[in-house]
């Protein structure tokens, strides 16, 4: 074999603290199999559809899944920036141990070998939590984009370190579940409405460990940041050509990340905050609903109620705007005024009839029955229509309430696998726990102590208390 040489960038998604690339070191000329950087693999392999994936290790059956998952990472991508394939560096995917194994302080990490035949991607995936699938798309999509930087680059050390940013990575992986209609709008209208996007500059200083510690709620506000951010970018004059180069560019980039799109979207160079303005356009845009997106039952009964108010002016000419119960203070009122007081609820009816809930289209209608006959005066079965109505709706509440309470249990109790919802949970659990930080200091010490007294557990091996500090007393009375 010939010497080759390991690239000074390691960089694993599931890392636990940002961790310096080792400098480039020679490996000895031995086999592949013996080289202690280098894990043993196994004699069969995987080659995905394009030839570009070669997995090795775990069974048969496992490693043709990934082979396919990451081939699907891959066309996502390309459908996403409408170019063909044409790859030039082979990523390799080593799969280790097996579901229920300890989990180890990285679970996927990436190395960059070559020697003078070319580059060769390196992806060693830990089976310890199975395929987590959004999480092993990730990271091949962050290949993905390392192969495009070495496409056209001679075989060596790179003069600059590569690094591809986690904003890139999670916004091309967003941008495409929004054009598969994978992703959920309500998810952008409440991070939009309560503001909890992340701001441009916080976005762009996100590393690959900070990524990865996220919670969940963070990690949605990151990824929705970063969709709208990349979709911002792709909907730029010229957008598509721009993009390309700057994702040929992106990961051997030292610079400032607003200074890189500048150059690549000219479009960009009119103000400081164009950049923002664009981001938030398309925040906005993506945060309107459609006109054929059908509420819930929950969200059509709020815009119901806020639609069945009257508006009119009492005979001394003060405004009012009260709920449809109080019609009886209509009947004072001229013709023409009670048509109008009830116009505004109508013209709300009307809207919210294109995409309520389908079960409340016939009690709309009924509902504009009711207030054609109040406008009109025709009064005399309006009570009773109105109870009715209300009957319906509470027997839908009822309803929806009693199906959603069944899918949950069928969900539960037929359930074969997790959701994955919350992966990132369990992912900080375990680091936690094969990394435990336990505190020295002297405050530390003393609630550590007192966590035994009031948890009632005697350990084996006080802590001494620091000099100065009380010794902790037990004065609560036990439990009768």
């Not at 081939?71 to 170019?83: G, N, S, Y």
């Not at 097996?98 to 060693?124: C, H, I």
Request: charged share 25%.
């Amino acid at each position: 074999m010939k010497p080759a040489c390991l690239i000074g960038f390691v960089f694993a998604t599931a890392a636990l603290g940002q961790q310096p690339p080792p400098r480039a070191v020679p490996v000895p000329d031995t086999p592949a199999a013996t080289n202690p950087d280098t894990p043993a693999l196994a004699t069969d392999r995987a080659t995905s559809r394009s030839g570009q994936f070669r997995v090795s290790g775990a069974d048969g059956l496992l490693r043709g899944t990934i082979a396919m998952i990451a081939e699907d990472a891959k066309d996502e991508l390309l459908l996403l920036t409408a170019e063909k394939d044409a790859w030039k560096v082979p990523i390799t995917i080593v799969l280790h141990g097996k579901q229920g194994d300890p989990l180890p302080p990285r679970s996927v990490a990436m190395k960059l070998w070559f020697n003078e035949t070319g580059y060769d991607l390196r992806v060693n995936v830990h089976l310890s939590r199975g395929i987590e699938l959004e999480h092993f798309k990730h990271t091949t999509t962050a290949a993905l984009l390392y192969e495009r930087a070495l496409r056209d680059r001679p075989p060596g050390q790179p003069e600059t370190p590569l690094m591809v940013p986690p904003w890139l990575v999670e916004g091309l992986r967003e941008a495409t579940a929004w054009r598969l209609k994978r992703s959920d709008r309500r998810l952008y209208a409440a991070l939009f409405k309560h503001g909890g996007l992340y701001k441009l500059d916080e976005l762009f200083a996100v590393t690959e460990s900070q990524f990865e510690e996220l919670d969940g709620a963070m990690h949605a506000a990151f990824r929705v940041s970063s969709g709208a951010l990349v979709m911002a970018l792709l909907k730029q004059p010229q957008g598509r050509e721009g993009f390309l180069s700057f994702l040929s560019n992106s990961a051997a980039f030292e610079g400032e990340m607003p200074t890189l799109l500048r150059r690549h979207f000219p479009d960009l160079n009119l103000s400081e905050t164009s950049l923002a303005k664009w981001w938030a356009l398309q925040l906005a845009d993506m945060t309107t609903p459609t006109l054929t997106e059908v509420l819930t039952i929950a969200e059509t009964e709020i815009l119901l109620d806020d639609a069945l108010y009257l508006n009119f002016r009492t005979t001394d000419g003060i405004s009012q705007h009260k709920p449809l119960g109080a019609w009886r203070e209509l009947e004072t009122l001229k013709p023409a005024e009670r048509v109008e007081a009830v116009r505004l609820a109508q013209d709300s009816l009307v809207r919210l009839s294109y995409r309520c809930f389908p079960a409340y289209r016939p009690l709309i209608a009924e509902y504009q029955v009711v207030l054609g006959a109040i406008g009109r005066n025709k009064t005399r079965k309006s009570d009773a229509q109105l109870t009715q109505l209300q009957d319906n709706r509470n027997s839908l509440r009822t309803i929806a309430s009693r199906a959603r309470d069944y899918l949950d249990w069928f969900e539960i109790t037929r359930a074969r696998e997790t959701s994955g919802v919350f992966e990132d949970y369990l992912r900080l659990k375990d680091r936690l726990q094969a990394q435990p930080h336990n505190r020295s200091d002297n405050l530390s010490i003393y609630l550590d102590r007192l966590n035994l007294v009031f948890a009632r557990q005697s350990a084996e091996t006080p802590a001494t208390l620091p000099p100065g500090l009380p010794p902790p007393t037990n004065n609560l009375k036990p439990h009768p």
